[in-house]
């Protein structure tokens, strides 16, 4: 994805910075106990659905939706990373 990922380690976080215009910053940690949140899935905006889900494939991601269209808007596939985070990718169709 070519995001620049800072490491915290006094927090086990991880600092997201997508850079470029329209880019959305973010962070990564890993699943805790008590009152976090199991089941929220954040979207990632991809050109290019087919490629990233290969790639997520190479990196030990596991798909559990794949592609699914979304009739006039656009296309969206959902993945769990090697740590079990749910997470999704999203494709918008083009303007036409």
Known sequence: FDWEIRHIPEMNYRLVETGGEGGINGGIMKPQQGPWPSNLAFYIDVD????????????????????????????????????????????????Q
């Open 48 to 95: 290019d659905l087919e490629a990233y889900v290969e790639k997520i494939k190479e990196a030990g991601g596991k798909i559990i939706v794949e592609k699914m269209d979304v009739p006039e808007v656009g296309q969206f596939s959902l993945f769990e990373d090697p740590d079990g985070r749910v997470l999704g990718m999203w494709k918008q169709l083009a303007k």
